[in-house]
């Protein structure tokens, strides 16, 4: 099965916090365990995560909503379950490399906080532990 996870990166070598004013994200197409590809998509200031739900209507579009997976340092309950209803699951990790962190992802033990699921609440969250794979 072919997943894609997005990692928020915004100096697009560690993995960023505050989701929701990031414009720069790297994309890994992962089938089978292997990455596939992995590509750098930036968007403007106007289409920010944080713009998008909350200045642009339902039926805006965002690169995220294409992933299945999202990862960041941080980000809030709100964007968390608004992802969610896109059918993206966003984790917080510790981890700052984002390949690391999609290699960690495809073995299973990457820590991560799955805010998707209410653990904790707001900006950072609490908790962690356990792999969200993505086999």
């Known amino acids: 099965m072919q997943h894609t996870i997005a990692i928020a990166s915004q100096d697009e070598s560690t993995i960023s916090g505050h989701a929701g004013s990031c414009q720069k994200f790297y994309f890994y197409v992962i089938e089978n365990n292997r990455i596939l590809k992995r590509e750098l998509v930036q968007t403007s200031e106007e289409d920010v995560l944080h713009q998008v739900f909350h200045n642009k209507g339902q039926d805006a579009h965002h690169p995220l909503f294409d992933a299945d997976i999202f ?12 992802l969610a209803q896109k059918k993206v699951r966003a984790y917080i990790t510790p981890q700052k490399d984002p390949d690391t962190a999609v290699k960690q992802l495809i073995e299973g033990t990457l820590q991560v906080v799955d805010m998707s699921q209410g653990g904790g609440g707001g ?3 609490n908790g962690g532990g356990g792999g969200c794979g993505c086999s």
């Open 71 to 82: 990862l960041s340092e941080n980000i809030g309950g709100g964007a968390i379950n608004r």
């Open 123 to 125: 900006c950072g969250g």
